[in-house]
């Protein structure tokens, strides 16, 4: 029987790359479920649609094809063949994501790939709902977070570093909007599973986040 990981939180968490270091660790599959949700926004954008456009989206969904594939240790996502992997991490295409995230049509679309990959590998999978709709019965559930300032600085810190100009009360007050997205949107919202652990990284660096979430691993998981 697989194991099953389900990492949920808001938007600068840190999900991901915790996820990713956490997996290359235990030997198991990382599944980025925000990724496939980047690459479906970023469809409909090329597409010249408003990702919020719910049946514009829907009509859509049977254009697109996606892949996952691991290249020298970190995953990278196809759209229809093409590696979109580094143009997903685009802030326009975080809202995308958020807002496609919302449509029903295109969570059905991704939840049936999902589980299909959890049901055939040991896997750490990282999103908004994954603990509550994807895999209810994971084998271990977080929901990681950090105060919105926390996560906006941190977010500020990695895009002055890639030589962007973007404003620390910019990134914040797009952190803010995502929060408020997420969890309010009808379909499956952002929110902690009853049974999942708490983890707050507000105060907590890189390696104290990493060593807390692969002891509530070890603990659950047994390994």
């Keep these: 029987m697989s194991i099953t ?3 949920d939180g808001p938007s600068g968490a840190g999900k991901s790359s915790l996820a990713k270091r956490l997996s290359a660790e235990l030997g198991y599959l990382y599944v980025d ?9 970023l469809y409909a954008m090329r597409a010249g649609h408003d990702p919020a456009d719910q049946q514009a989206v829907a009509a859509l969904l049977p254009e697109i094809t996606l892949s996952l594939a691991h ?3 970190a995953q990278h996502i196809y759209l229809n063949g093409e590696d979109v992997s580094e143009v997903i991490r685009q802030e326009k295409a975080g809202m995308a994501a958020s ?10 679309f991704l939840l049936e ?19 509550t709709v994807v895999l209810p019965n994971a084998t271990v559930k977080i929901f990681l977070t950090a105060t919105p300032e926390a996560r906006a600085e941190r977010r500020h810190r990695e ?6 100009t973007e404003t620390y009360e910019k990134v ?12 309010h949107r009808e379909t499956a919202p952002l929110r902690q599973a009853e049974d999942a ?27």
Aim: without cysteine.
């Design 5 to 7: 990981v389900a990492i």
């Design 33 to 41: 479920t925000g990724a496939m949700f980047r690459a479906v926004g």
């Design 71 to 73: 290249v020298e240790g």
């Design 99 to 108: 807002a496609v995230g919302s449509n029903p049509a295109v969570r059905a």
């Design 113 to 131: 790939q999902q589980r299909a990959i959890a049901a055939e590998n040991d896997i750490i999978m990282d999103g908004r709902d994954i603990g």
């Design 159 to 164: 895009l002055l570093a890639k030589g962007s």
């Design 172 to 183: 914040l007050e797009d952190i803010r909007q995502r929060d408020w997205q997420d969890t």
């Design 197 to 223: 652990v708490l983890a707050d990284t507000s105060e907590l660096d890189i390696e104290q986040s990493y060593a807390l979430l692969k002891s509530i691993i070890a603990e659950k998981a047994g390994v």
